[in-house]
């Protein structure tokens, strides 16, 4: 056994079962993150246990200065063996996309060079490692590295040697026609900014600032270079519409495709992993960085994690696209996913799954005010409602006119008029280089987009917009790539015309009409905070939440509540902050099922299906979901009717199948009946009523109801007598055999 050969005299054998088990029971602040995982501490805690076993000793004989100096050594070079052994761009480097090629010159050949470099840079700093552990030091030179391959670009410019005509900042706003009524104005740039390069996906802090992620090392990282991929953020100090400062929040990072606040800090995805940074002293750098989640997958690094937001649920939604295969560790389960669509992670609970499917290579998902989530494939330009989720695919939600697509968005922002209220935004960056903007329109239980004027379009080749946000003034931000060359497989992957000197990020206005004023919620009291969720701006609203999700949970449920207390459900803003309130809860997994009664009450349907659906999130602890589920399947609204049927199957048994019954008997839609098909097929409704036919139980009126429109014959004919059920059984396709058993029978 295994036991048996672990004591056997020419083993060493380190028990860190039992060691570690007492330690975790003295511990005065948790050694891990999730349960699994150690923190810093805990790295520490551990290895004086290993050291002690292998060594037998209670601690080294150098100081902690000294160790910190070897441990430092030994992380440089694991960063270059780790680049190496989970290189970002895999499937560029070793796969498929490896063996395309140009003037004879393939990706492989140019990759595998740049892998060698990494093995050379690895073996260095290890030689480093080792004269540091003996007291001592080496400089590392790198100076025995092999040339890089020279590649030759196979998309040359007008200007001596290839390279191409890049307009300024400001010159390529003449090349743009914005929407009737608004005005576009340059809020950064290279020219202000040299770290504004490839900017990627924006976000706005809680104080209304707006950070950006850059990617200058896109596609991957190249070794002999320095890394420059991070964070910024760009504050806007005085107003006038035109950053002041740029303040780099992070740096040092790898391949930069998605970020998003939550926590008191950001959740990063830098492949491929998932980091929560944060700064702690209030210098707008962060100063902890903890691994969340590894395993991310960065095999095709453009089609990684990207399009990152926070869901009114708390979970972290991405989306990724095909050749990324995921092997994702958490406390509960490894989670392995090749699939392409929308993931999510619970960074409370270290959760994850895969939650849409969409493809092949997904970019774009944003989430409503009511909480309707909408995905969007970047290759195909197409977007779905997502409806049920879980892994289960819907139906298209508008007309594909364009494509690729980077990002999405949605225009909710006082600043602008009525007309442009709550339109889904697009931005494309092949052909059509712009941002579209479709209106969207409800109907029964189905949602739909309808394209209406662009808000941007520009005819310069160069003009790639990356992602769109509402700023804290009301304004609409347009990242812009700026790049001759956009696309992995077009091109090789060290095409020297892909750009990495040029970037911006362009400002929308509404000519004549206020600018809001930011409002500035960080570390402010939490019913200040509570005041942004009255508010007509989504992105407000949202970043209320985003600032209560780090705060501590018992001060926010006593807050909350006490403000939610003072609000009228009659009123419609009261209405939609009161929904706030409860997805507060929600972030926070603290179920406040008084509050969501309230919230049900809503004149809004579609507030009232958000409660629905919240309450289809906590099976776990929901007494007397029965009768509020049943008046939900009743409701006239068919939105709020779909989201019954959906949160039915979370609860599961007779009396979820009594909400499918009762939905089914009202008017039915294409979207219903997918949503309907769906909880059939998960609850067996239709084995339930069998056996409870065969039974001989009394049906409600629901249930008999549903009978008499679906059952079998065979079913039919073992109900009480009578006419209707004579009706039921001769409206059957078979009638004529079976009416002449029901004739001689009865």
Same mark, same amino acid.
């Given at each position: 056994?295994?036991?048996?050969? *672990?004591?056997?005299?020419?083993?060493?054998?380190?028990?860190?079962?039992?060691?570690?088990?007492?330690?975790?029971?003295?511990?005065?602040?948790?050694?891990?993150?999730?349960?699994?995982h150690l923190l810093d501490h805990g790295d520490q805690a551990v290895a004086k246990v290993i050291v002690k076993q292998l060594f037998g000793v209670d601690k080294t004989d150098k100081a902690e200065k000294e160790v910190e100096r070897i441990r430092q050594a030994v992380l440089d070079k694991n960063y270059y063996w780790y680049s190496r052994y989970r290189v970002v761009d895999g499937y560029n480097v070793f796969g498929g996309r490896s063996k395309l090629?140009?003037?004879?010159?393939?990706?492989?050949?140019?990759?595998?060079?740049?892998?060698?470099?990494?093995?050379?840079? =690895?073996?260095? !700093?290890?030689?480093?490692?080792?004269?540091?552990?003996?007291?001592?030091?080496?400089?590392?030179?790198?100076?025995?590295?092999?040339?890089?391959?020279?590649?030759?670009?196979?998309?040359?410019?007008?200007?001596?040697?290839?390279?191409?005509?890049?307009?300024?900042?400001?010159? /390529?706003?003449?090349?743009?026609?914005?929407?009737?009524?608004?005005?576009?104005?340059?809020?950064?740039?290279?020219?202000?900014?040299?770290?504004?390069?490839?900017?990627?996906?924006?976000?706005?802090?809680?104080?209304?600032?707006?950070?950006?992620?850059?990617?200058?090392?896109?596609?991957?990282?190249?070794?002999?270079?320095?890394?420059?991929?991070?964070?910024?953020?760009?504050p806007d100090d005085d107003g006038d519409g035109v950053a002041d400062r740029c303040v780099t929040f992070a740096d040092e990072l790898n391949s930069v495709t998605g970020f998003e606040f939550w926590g008191g800090g950001m959740l990063v995805a830098a492949l491929p992993e998932i980091w929560f940074l944060k700064d702690t002293d209030g210098d707008d750098v962060a100063d902890v960085k903890i691994r969340m989640l590894q395993g991310v997958c960065s095999?095709?690094?453009?089609?990684?994690?990207?399009?990152?937001?926070?869901?009114?649920?708390?979970?972290?939604?991405?989306?990724?696209?095909?050749?990324?295969?995921?092997?994702? &560790?958490?406390?509960?389960?490894?989670? !392995?996913?090749?699939?392409?669509?929308?993931?999510?992670?619970?960074?409370? =609970?270290?959760?994850? #799954?895969?939650?849409?499917?969409?493809?092949?290579?997904?970019?774009?998902?944003?989430?409503?005010?009511?909480?309707?989530?909408?995905?969007?494939?970047?290759?195909?330009?197409?977007?779905?409602?997502?409806?049920?989720?879980?892994?289960?695919?819907?139906?298209?939600?508008?007309?594909?006119?364009?494509?690729?697509?980077?990002?999405?968005?949605?225009?909710?922002?006082?600043?602008?008029? #009525?007309?442009?209220?709550?339109?889904?935004?697009? *931005?494309?960056?092949?052909?059509f280089l712009g941002v579209l903007q479709h209106e969207v329109k409800y109907n029964g239980a189905d949602i739909r987009a309808v394209e209406v004027e662009p808000i941007v379009v520009s005819a310069d080749p160069n003009f790639r917009p990356s992602d769109v946000e509402v700023g804290g003034d009301g304004a609409l931000y347009i990242s812009d790539w700026s790049n001759a060359i956009i696309g992995h497989m077009q091109h090789n992957m060290r095409d020297?015309?892909?750009?990495?000197?040029?970037?911006?990020?362009?400002?929308?206005?509404?000519?004549?009409?206020?600018?809001?004023?930011?409002?500035?919620?960080?570390?402010?009291?939490?019913?200040?905070?509570?005041?942004?969720?009255? =508010?007509?701006?989504?992105?407000?609203?949202?970043?209320?939440?985003?600032?209560?999700?780090?705060?501590?949970?018992?001060?926010?449920?006593?807050?909350?509540?006490?403000?939610?207390?003072?609000?009228?459900?009659?009123?419609?803003?009261? /209405?939609?902050?009161?929904?706030? *309130?409860?997805?507060?809860?929600?972030?926070? !997994?603290?179920?406040?099922?008084?509050?969501?009664?309230?919230?049900?009450?809503?004149?809004?349907?579609?507030?009232?299906?958000?409660?629905?659906?919240?309450?289809?999130?906590?099976?776990?602890?929901?007494? #007397?979901?029965?009768?509020?589920?049943?008046?939900?399947?009743?409701?006239?609204?068919?939105?709020?009717?779909?989201?019954?049927?959906?949160?039915?199957?979370?609860?599961?048994?007779?009396?979820?199948?009594?909400?499918?019954?009762?939905?089914?008997?009202?008017?039915?839609?294409?979207?219903?009946?997918?949503?309907?098909?769906?909880?059939?097929?998960?609850?067996?409704?239709?084995?339930?009523?069998? &056996?409870?036919?065969? /039974?001989?139980?009394?049906?409600?009126?629901?249930?008999?109801?549903?009978?008499?429109?679906?059952?079998?014959?065979?079913?039919?004919?073992?109900?009480?007598?009578?006419?209707?059920?004579?009706? /039921?059984?001769?409206?059957?396709?078979?009638?004529?055999?079976?009416?002449?058993?029901?004739?001689?029978?009865?």
């Open positions: 056994t295994g036991v048996q050969t *672990c004591a056997l005299p020419i083993l060493l054998f380190v028990d860190l079962f039992t060691p570690t088990q007492k330690l975790y029971a003295s511990a005065t602040k948790p050694l891990t993150m999730n349960g699994i090629a140009w003037f004879g010159q393939s990706n492989a050949d140019v990759m595998m060079r740049e892998m060698e470099i990494f093995d050379i840079m =690895t073996e260095n !700093r290890d030689k480093r490692v080792w004269s540091v552990a003996r007291g001592g030091d080496v400089k590392i030179l790198d100076n025995n590295l092999p040339p890089q391959l020279e590649v030759k670009t196979n998309i040359p410019g007008k200007l001596p040697g290839g390279k191409h005509v890049y307009l300024g900042g400001k010159e /390529a706003i003449d090349k743009m026609k914005v929407a009737e009524g608004m005005q576009i104005n340059l809020f950064a740039s290279e020219e202000m900014f040299p770290e504004l390069v490839n900017p990627v996906q924006m976000a706005v802090d809680t104080n209304g600032r707006l950070f950006v992620s850059v990617w200058p090392s896109y596609p991957h990282w190249n070794p002999t270079e320095p890394r420059r991929d991070k964070i910024i953020c760009l095999s095709d690094s453009h089609h990684s994690a990207n399009a990152m937001l926070i869901g009114p649920d708390g979970w972290l939604y991405w989306s990724r696209g095909i050749f990324n295969v995921a092997a994702m &560790e958490t406390p509960t389960q490894t989670v !392995r996913s090749g699939q392409s669509g929308v993931h999510r992670f619970n960074p409370r =609970t270290f959760e994850m #799954e895969f939650h849409f499917p969409i493809g092949p290579n997904p970019h774009g998902d944003v989430i409503d005010q009511w909480g309707y989530q909408f995905a969007n494939d970047g290759t195909s330009g197409t977007g779905s409602y997502v409806n049920i989720g879980k892994g289960l695919g819907n139906k298209q939600w508008f007309q594909m006119r364009v494509r690729p697509v980077a990002a999405t968005g949605i225009l909710s922002s006082s600043h602008f008029p #009525e007309k442009n209220q709550g339109n889904f935004l697009i *931005c494309n960056t092949i052909g020297p015309n892909r750009d990495r000197e040029h970037g911006r990020v362009y400002r929308v206005t509404a000519k004549d009409r206020p600018l809001l004023t930011p409002m500035k919620l960080k570390g402010k009291p939490i019913d200040e905070v509570c005041r942004a969720f009255l =508010t007509k701006e989504n992105s407000v609203r949202y970043r209320g939440r985003l600032e209560l999700s780090g705060r501590d949970t018992k001060e926010v449920v006593t807050a909350v509540k006490a403000w939610a207390s003072k609000l009228d459900i009659t009123k419609p803003d009261h /209405a939609q902050a009161l929904l706030e *309130c409860l997805w507060v809860f929600e972030e926070h !997994r603290v179920p406040q099922h008084e509050l969501l009664k309230t919230v049900y009450k809503a004149a809004e349907p579609r507030v009232r299906a958000a409660a629905i659906r919240t309450l289809g999130h906590w099976t776990k602890d929901a007494p #007397e979901w029965e009768n509020t589920l049943l008046a939900a399947a009743r409701d006239e609204s068919a939105l709020v009717r779909a989201e019954a049927v959906k949160s039915a199957v979370n609860f599961g048994g007779p009396a979820a199948a009594e909400v499918v019954f009762e939905v089914a008997n009202r008017p039915l839609d294409p979207e219903l009946e997918t949503v309907l098909n769906y909880a059939r097929g998960q609850l067996h409704v239709d084995q339930q009523l069998q &056996e409870m036919i065969a /039974a001989k139980k009394p049906l409600s009126k629901a249930a008999m109801l549903y009978s008499l429109r679906n059952a079998s014959v065979d079913d039919l004919m073992k109900l009480p007598a009578n006419e209707v059920v004579y009706e /039921a059984v001769l409206s059957r396709p078979n009638a004529d055999r079976k009416s002449t058993r029901l004739n001689s029978s009865h």
